[in-house]
Structures are given as structure tokens and as C-alpha cells.
């Protein structure tokens, strides 16, 4: 009797725990997922699997042809997919997918295009400096691909955990970028450096994330929104803490002053095809959240943030251009400039008005085609171990390679402004935006500070072209002089050939004194070459010999100078397009 009654109890038993889970199972909600809209992001990161799985799987290193090959199908794949998102929100409107946890609006598509455009084109330059520098494997392209899929994720995203997940999937392939070359100390470095200070930062936005929450109760910005517009937050603390969380760590991976402190270094260390990818992805991953998260989401209380925004804007575009004016070494200045760069699109973010962001797009769209393509040129200046990178190595260029001179010249003038280029109207009608927004006095410190960036941009332009005897003047400002009396006069030449004419003596007085013991010259042969810049050494030359130019670098720089100067003189389609994307811009 007890026997059936036991079993009547484990049978009663596990019915109610059927209908227990039966009950649960049905309380599961599934998200519908649209997979146009994350198509992009599916291609990118597939992509850098399958290259992944490819190169492991076979007994050498995948070569170097077949892993750009690959990365150029793969990206062309995603722009191609990008324009298909493009119709699709034109004819059926924005939408949101996976639980609005992701966007597909022009906001986001004019991201997608960009990033992916970036991607081919980096590929492009990395070709020649893998050629040159005996790499093989896809290494570099893998994580280049993961990269670029992060910051696609960040213009996509309708969550703040999701802009997380973005920042952390771009910026972690930024960081073992940065040191790919690891022939060079100066590389292990800088990545280190922008490893450590970005953690510092992911933290410090994560705590945004966690301060917001607890005061919306959301991290969805759609739903942020909501209830900013909705509700009057009586106790602010915690919200405007959070928000100004979540703006350091925009603004460190944007580079803005004063959290700007990684960018010269990890320019300068990481291989020079990485950093005109970082230049120009990191820097559109970064704006495109903080656009979205700040105008869509916080745009109610931007009463609080705009005047954060306008001192961000002005110490950004002052310590970018200044600093940029005593740097000798070309990564180093172009980073500065990008600083600089970064300042002018800030102006669009303080508008905090459509045309701000319109005008914002609009620059980053064309800044990312000067920046990839000065940097192609610097890769294939910067030769053998990526080290040749003094402004001295320019000089005499167009007589050397005229045609490299010249389109060098015409992406450094496009981003001093020179009219008929795209960089005239971008800085144009950011500056419009923000007199439009009544923010004048920052209006004029940014024309300010273009007219002084204007110099070391032409600095560099007129050492290319000015004869040998006048370039040799064409010192930085600040940089030491050496002063010598000859027999045609007293002459002047710049420190960097100060330092070579010191070292060539005292290398002299050093063979002439173990002249006797035999450790002159074979001694200082017998050392190992450090693979480190030698500012005192051969390079100091006035003529040097040609640098072979691959042809895929040819092929990125003249697509990045055909763009620059055929949307210069006809600007039409791409405001158009910047400003579609902020007309179809899902709050």
C-alpha cells in the first residue's frame, strides 16, 4: 500500500515539475531578428573566422596576397551590404532588431559605409608594408576585420551594454595591433601604454553605464529618452554623474584634451598602416556612439552637457594644433593634427542640432580618406622597419618622386582647409553649425586654430618642393639651431642637422683616440642595428634614393585623392548623403 502511494506522490511530483517548466518555457521571449540589419557585422566577423580558420589550418603562413584578397572580398561584401540597408531604409524607414537592442536607421549605415570603406582601403596599404617588412599570415587583417566589425557594432547600437560591447571588440584588436611590429621596442610600448590607459577608460565608462541604469532603470536609449522626457528627475546626481562617465570614456577614444594623452605615442608606435586604420575607424566607432548616445538619448538635458562639450572643443582644438607645431617626427604631428580633427567634429556634437550632425558626419566621411591616404604615404616614406620618419625624409621629395610629392601635398592642404578639396567645406560647415547654435566665441577658436595648423601642414608641403639650401631651414618652431661661421659666412641649420654634424665629430675624436689599440671603425661595425630611428645617422642626408610605391598603396592614395578633390569641387553628393543620414536618425 505504501509502495503505491509513494509512487502516486513521485508521479504527482513530476507532473507539477513538467508543468513548472512547461510554464517557464513559455515565459521565454525570443526576439525577432531582421538579419539585414546586422548583416554587415555577420560578414565582417565571419569573415575574420574563416581567414582565421584558413590560416591555421595549413602548414605555413598563410601568404600575405591571399589574406588581402580575402579581406578586400570580405569588405566590399559589407559595403555592398551597407548600400543595401541604405535602400531599404529609404523606402521602409528606420527600425530597430533583437529586442531594440540594435538600430538600422542612415545614421547607422552612413557608419557602415564608412568603417567598411576604411577597412579596403587599409588592406590596401597594409599589402605593400607586409611585402616590405617579410610578414606573412593574417594576422593583421583578422584583427583588423574584428576591429572595423566594433565599431559598426557602436554606430548600431540602441543599448548601452551593446556600445560597450562594440568599444571593448574594437578598441582589444586596436591594442595587439598597435604592437604587431614587434621588431620595435617603441611598438610593445605604445601598446601597452593604450592598453593600460584604455582599461582605465572602459572602466571608467562602465561605471557610466551602472550610474545611468540606476537612474533610468534602462540602459535601452530609446527608452532613456523616454523617460528623460517624461519624468523630472528631481535628484540629478547620479544621472549627470553617469552621463559625465560615459563622456570620459567617449572622449578618450576620440582623443579629445585632456584624455589625449595615448594618441601621440601609440601614432608613433604602432605600424603605419595601423595607424591610419585607427586614425580613421577608432575615431568613427568613438564620434558614432557619442553622437548617438548623447543627442538620441541625453539630448533633453543637454543644457548640462553642451557647456562640458564647448571647453572639451576649445582645449582640443588649441593643444591639437599647438603641439602639432614642434613635432619633428611625421606620425607624431599627424597625430596632433587628428586631435586637432577631433575638435572640429566636436563643434557638430555642441550644436547639438541637425545641421551639427550633419556637419559632423560629413567630416568624418572625408577626414577618413585623408587620414588613410597621408598615412599610406608615410608607410611607404617610412621604408625598411618603419622607423624613417622624420620630416628630414621629405625633403627634396618632388624631385625624387614627383607624383608621390604631389598627392601628399594635396591630402596634407586638404586637411590645412585649402578650398576646392572636401576639407575647405567639412571645416566650413562645422564652423556654420556651431554659429548657427550661437556658440560663436568657439567658432572663432576653431578657425583660429586651422589658420595655425595651416603651417605644419604647409611646413611639410613646401620641404618637399623648396631646393635643398631653403629646406634646410625649414625647422620646426622651437627646435634648436646651430649656429657656424664658415668661409661663405655665418650659416644657420636646424637641430636635427646639428645633432649630425656633433655626432659625425665626435665620432671622429673617438677613431682618431683608439686609433692606436685597434678598436676604431671594426668596433663600431661589429654593433647590432636596434631597428630604432638614428636621428644622427646617414639619414640626415639632403638626397636620398627613390622608395619603391606598391601598387595597392598607389591604388588606396589615389582613391583616397580622387575622393578628397572630386568631392571638393563637387561636394553635392556626399553633404547629401550626410544629411539624409541625419534626416533618417532613429531617437
Known amino acids: 500500500m505504501s509502495g503505491i502511494v509513494l509512487a502516486a506522490a513521485k508521479a504527482t511530483h513530476a507532473a507539477k515539475a513538467t508543468h513548472a517548466a512547461t ?66 531604409v529609404m523606402s521602409h524607414g528606420p527600425y530597430t532588431t533583437i529586442d531594440r537592442a540594435v538600430v538600422v536607421d542612415g545614421f547607422s549605415v552612413f557608419f557602415t559605409v564608412l568603417v567598411t570603406a576604411a577597412m579596403a582601403l587599409s588592406a590596401l596599404v597594409a599589402e605593400g608594408y607586409l611585402e616590405r617588412e617579410g610578414i606573412d599570415g593574417a594576422e593583421l587583417h583578422v584583427l583588423a576585420l574584428v576591429s572595423a566589425s ?55 565608462f562602465v561605471y557610466g553605464i551602472a550610474l545611468t541604469y540606476g537612474a533610468t532603470g534602462t540602459t535601452n536609449l530609446t527608452q532613456i529618452a523616454n523617460f528623460l522626457a517624461t519624468n523630472v528627475v528631481v535628484h540629478d546626481g547620479v544621472l549627470l554623474a553617469g552621463m559625465s562617465l560615459l563622456l570620459v570614456g567617449f572622449a578618450f577614444k576620440v582623443a579629445a584634451v585632456p584624455f589625449h594623452m595615448w594618441t601621440p605615442d601609440v601614432y608613433q608606435g604602432a605600424p603605419s598602416p595601423v595607424t591610419g586604420f585607427m586614425a ?25 552637457w553642451r557647456p562640458v562639450i564647448y571647453g572639451l572643443a576649445i582645449v582640443t582644438l588649441v593643444v591639437g594644433a599647438g603641439l602639432a607645431l614642434v613635432q ?9 593634427s587628428s586631435i586637432n580633427h577631433a575638435g572640429f567634429v566636436l563643434l557638430g556634437l555642441q550644436a547639438a542640432t541637425s545641421a551639427g550632425v550633419s556637419s559632423a558626419l560629413y567630416y568624418l566621411f572625408a577626414y577618413m580618406f585623408m587620414v588613410i591616404g597621408s598615412f599610406a604615404v608615410v608607410t611607404v616614406i617610412g621604408r625598411t622597419g618603419d622607423h624613417d620618419h622624420d620630416i628630414a625624409a621629405y625633403r627634396g621629395l618632388a624631385r625624387r618622386q614627383p607624383l608621390l610629392a604631389f598627392v601628399f601635398a594635396v591630402l596634407l592642404l586638404a586637411q590645412a582647409g585649402v578650398p576646392f ?18 556658440s560663436v566665441p568657439l567658432a572663432v577658436v576653431a578657425m583660429v586654430s586651422a ?37 661663405g659666412g655665418v650659416t644657420s641649420v636646424s637641430g636635427f642637422e646639428a645633432a649630425t654634424a656633433t655626432r659625425t665629430r665626435l665620432n671622429a675624436a673617438l677613431l682618431l683616440e683608439h686609433d692606436g689599440d685597434g678598436t676604431g671603425a671594426e668596433g663600431e661595425g661589429d654593433q647590432e642595428p636596434t631597428g630604432e630611428p638614428d636621428p644622427g ?18 591604388v588606396a592614395i589615389g582613391i583616397c585623392v580622387a575622393v578628397t ?23
Open 421 to 438: 578639396t572636401t576639407g575647405f567645406l567639412t571645416k566650413f560647415q562645422v564652423v556654420i553649425a556651431s554659429v548657427d547654435a550661437h
Open 328 to 336: 619633428r617626427d611625421i606620425k607624431r604631428m599627424l597625430a596632433y
Open 565 to 587: 578633390v572630386v568631392f571638393g569641387i563637387i561636394p553635392a553628393p556626399l553633404v547629401d548623403f550626410a544629411h539624409k543620414a541625419t534626416l533618417l536618425f532613429l531617437p
Open 23 to 88: 510554464k517557464v518555457a513559455a515565459q521565454i521571449h525570443v526576439p525577432s531578428i531582421r538579419y539585414l540589419g546586422i548583416l554587415p557585422v555577420i560578414v565582417m566577423l565571419g569573415g575574420a573566422v574563416v581567414l582565421l580558420a584558413m590560416s591555421s589550418l595549413v602548414t605555413r603562413p598563410l601568404r600575405r596576397r591571399v589574406a588581402t584578397v580575402s579581406t578586400l572580398i570580405i569588405s566590399l561584401s559589407a559595403f555592398g551590404l551597407a548600400w543595401w540597408q541604405w535602400a531599404d
Open 537 to 554: 645617422g646617414d639619414e640626415a642626408e639632403e638626397e636620398r634614393s627613390p622608395v619603391p610605391v606598391p601598387w595597392p598603396a598607389m
Open 150 to 204: 566594433g565599431a559598426i557594432l557602436m554606430a548600431q547600437a540602441n543599448d548601452l551594454v551593446i556600445v560597450f560591447l562594440g568599444l571593448e571588440i574594437l578598441s582589444i584588436a586596436l591594442y595587439v595591433l598597435t604592437a604587431f611590429n614587434h621588431k620595435r621596442s617603441a611598438s610593445g610600448e605604445a601598446a601597452l601604454k593604450y592598453f593600460v590607459l584604455g582599461g582605465f577608460s572602459s572602466a571608467i
Open 451 to 487: 589658420a595655425v595648423a595651416a603651417f605644419f601642414y604647409l611646413r611639410v608641403s613646401v620641404l618637399m618642393y623648396a631646393p635643398s639650401e631653403e629646406a634646410a631651414e625649414l625647422a620646426p618652431v622651437g627646435a634648436p639651431q646651430l649656429v657656424t661661421a664658415g668661409a
Open 280 to 304: 580613421a575607424v577608432a575615431k568613427a566607432g568613438g564620434f558614432a556612439a557619442f553622437l548617438r548616445v548623447f543627442i538620441s538619448s541625453f539630448g533633453v538635458l543637454a543644457s548640462d
